[in-house]
């Protein structure tokens, strides 16, 4: 058991480039991951994550190039949808960025990327976008959300001041 490790460690390197209405035109992403002391599935891992790294976003010009390290540590073990879940965590992440960047709601900076019905992903798939419902989903879940309303941070941290029981809680 103690030869068994957890998901590949992941990173990524990128460059984005986007318009000031938060439209992704362009990303570059370096993905590098441990393999550990052997390849096993780490090949996979990387096949997902080049694959998966737009999630739900059309990102008109993508370049992905990934490198599969192999170092002194314990190999690592595929879970779950290998690859996956780095590389939405990253595309979210720079999605977060952008939107800090251009002064906007990451919420909308996220609704003008996201694929519609009659787009298609990057290569080398470029599936043809088909019955797709995030335009239909998304401001559901947003209005469900209450997103856009006072967060708890901002109702309750003047309240907090105004209480002698210090800085505990948000």
């Known amino acids: 058991m103690r030869t068994t490790s957890k998901r590949d460690p992941m990173q990524a390197?990128?460059?984005?480039?986007?318009?000031?209405?938060g439209k992704v035109v362009a990303l570059e992403i370096e993905w590098l991951l441990d393999g550990g002391c052997s390849y096993d599935f780490t090949m996979i891992s990387m096949w997902f994550a080049q694959r998966d790294g737009d999630n739900v976003y059309n990102i008109e010009n993508v370049k992905t190039t990934g490198k599969v390290l192999k170092t002194n540590t314990p190999t690592n073990t595929p879970m779950r949808a290998p690859g996956h879940a780095p590389a939405v965590f990253f595309i979210e992440s720079i999605m977060e960025v952008v939107a800090q960047?251009?002064?906007?709601?990451?919420a909308d900076v996220r609704e003008t990327n996201f694929y519609k019905d009659g787009d298609t992903t990057?290569?080398?798939?470029?599936?043809?976008?088909?019955?797709?419902?995030?335009?239909?989903?998304?401001?559901?879940?947003?209005?469900?959300?209450?997103?856009?309303?006072?967060t708890r941070k901002e109702v309750v941290g003047p309240l907090r001041l105004e209480t002698d029981q210090g800085t505990t809680g948000i």
């Open 13 to 21: 390197n990128y460059k984005v480039g986007y318009n000031n209405d």
């Open 101 to 106: 960047n251009v002064g906007l709601d990451p």
């Open 122 to 150: 990057p290569a080398p798939d470029n599936t043809p976008i088909k019955n797709c419902t995030l335009q239909k989903v998304w401001p559901r879940l947003k209005e469900q959300a209450n997103w856009g309303q006072a």
